[in-house]
């Protein structure tokens, strides 16, 4: 059974700094598709950013494009995310997910992006809280 543990959330100023990772164990899998999600009180859980971590193409939803970056090491099976220049509006409790096929699902002669509901594993999350 994979294991999903994130750290590295926690309590920082407005335009301050914050680096997650999501270190995964257990049973082997082949990942093609990783991602950050997150949910603030209130609201449904929103996609973050993805990345393929064999081709490393990476997605970013339009409310971070700029300030966050998604990473990957394979080594390491760990999933990164670079939080910069954060907002108070970026307060919420962010998720990890991965799932065996791909971040991108093909419907027709077109695809859309793999849904919250439809990741094979997730982590427990961790807390991230912006204060101005």
């Known amino acids: 059974q994979v294991q999903l543990v994130e750290s590295g959330g926690g309590s920082v100023q407005a335009g301050g700094s914050l680096r997650l990772s999501c270190v995964a164990s257990?049973?082997?899998?082949?990942?093609?598709?990783m991602a950050w999600f997150r949910q603030a009180p209130g609201k449904e859980r929103e996609g973050v950013a993805l990345?393929?971590?064999?081709?490393?193409?990476?997605t970013y939803a339009d409310s971070v494009k700029g300030r966050f970056t998604i990473s990957r090491d394979n080594t390491k099976n760990t999933l990164y995310l670079q939080m910069n220049s954060l907002k108070p509006e970026d307060t919420a409790m962010y998720f990890c997910?991965?799932?065996?096929?791909?971040?991108?699902?093909?419907?027709?002669?077109?695809?859309?992006?793999?849904?919250?509901?439809?990741?094979?594993?997730w982590g427990q999350g961790t807390q991230v809280t912006v204060s101005n």
């Open positions: 257990g049973s082997p899998m082949s990942v093609r598709c």
């Open positions: 997910a991965l799932d065996g096929g791909g971040c991108w699902i093909q419907v027709g002669r077109d695809r859309r992006r793999r849904g919250s509901h439809e990741y094979n594993y």
């Open positions: 990345i393929d971590p064999v081709t490393t193409t990476t």
